[in-house]
């Protein structure tokens, strides 16, 4: 298969839709069971923060598609790299699944954790069997409630209010 650039879309994903798009030949369930032990299609949601992370991943060759972007285009800083690729490294399938994902909200770090959990939930719905444990054990199936306390009324802050003055 040819290297992919930030230019040239993974073949068969154009962007993300609900609807699911005809498989290419290389994909035909033969081929995969041979090659991979019949990896399957997968979708999931990640939140973290205000982040949302609406992630699918497809067989291939490990090739991350984040908002029209490559992994290290969307995430230059090599620990949100590392954070989101856990899941694959944990269950030792790096690539093995094309990875297309649609993030909106919060920061770069929330959107990082949003994208694992993503992964993480996609990979256990595509093989709940073989996968649950081991993404259980590492902690990566479990939702990070928290979030930022809202601001309360008369106070400059969530818990911060005005410092007294006696003069």
């Known amino acids: 298969m040819a290297e992919t650039t930030a230019e040239t879309p993974v073949e068969g994903v154009e962007e993300y839709t609900t609807e699911t798009p005809e498989a290419p030949e290389e994909f035909t369930s033969e081929s995969l069971a041979s090659r991979f032990g019949d990896p399957q299609p997968a979708a999931g949601t990640g ?3 205000n982040a949302v992370a609406r992630v699918r991943i497809i067989p291939g060759s490990g090739k991350w598609k984040i908002n029209g972007r490559t992994l290290e285009g969307y995430f230059p800083n090599k620990v ?3 954070e989101v690729n856990e899941p694959f490294k944990v269950l030792e399938l790096d690539d093995r699944y094309d990875i297309v994902a649609r993030i909106n909200g919060g920061g770069i770090s929330g959107q990082a954790g949003a994208l694992r959990l993503g992964v993480a939930r996609a990979l256990n719905e595509a093989d709940a069997d073989n996968n649950r444990g081991p993404l259980k054990k590492a902690g990566f199936l479990t939702r990070d409630a ?3 306390e809202r601001k309360k009324a008369g106070l ?5 209010g005005t410092q007294y003055s006696k003069r």
């Open 156 to 160: 400059k802050k969530a818990r911060k």
């Open 80 to 82: 949100h790299q590392q």
């Open 146 to 148: 928290r979030a930022v």
């Open 47 to 49: 939140r973290r923060k």
